[in-house]
Nanobody, 115 residues
Framework: QVQLVESGGGLVQPGGSLILSCAAS????????TGWYRQAPEKQREMVASINGRGRNDYGDSVKGRFTISRDYAGNTLYLQMTGLKPEDTAVYYC?????????WGQGTQVTVSS
């Protein structure tokens, strides 16, 4: 069993920055995929950024050039650096990891962009 705990969310003004963290603990075997997703009220969950098993980064069109995903392989921590935040980035952000073929999700952290 793997537990994912996100942190770093909060209230930020438009144009501001935040860094989200996702700490993985438990029986961590081979991590095939890691990613950040978000879900705004009354909208479907969408992929924000991901790192596949070959280390390739991918980003949603709406965040390209503003968000950066990275991973601390030694500590099994996933990060999402967010800059140039916009009100439309407001959502609950979820961490996702596929470990030894099993899909795990964190509980989510709220990001609110508002003046």
């Amino acid at each position: 069993q793997v537990q994912l705990v996100e942190s770093g969310g909060g209230l930020v003004q438009p144009g501001g920055s935040l860094i989200l963290s996702c700490a993985a603990s438990g029986s961590i075997g081979s991590i095939h995929f890691t990613g950040w997703y978000r879900q705004a009220p009354e909208k479907q969950r969408e992929m924000v950024a991901s790192i596949n098993g070959r280390g390739r980064n991918d980003y949603g069109d709406s965040v390209k050039g503003r968000f950066t995903i990275s991973r601390d392989y030694a500590g099994n921590t996933l990060y999402l650096q967010m800059t140039g935040l916009k009100p439309e980035d407001t959502a609950v952000y979820y961490c996702r990891m596929m470990v030894s073929g099993v899909d795990y999700w964190g509980q989510g952290t709220q990001v609110t962009v508002s003046s």
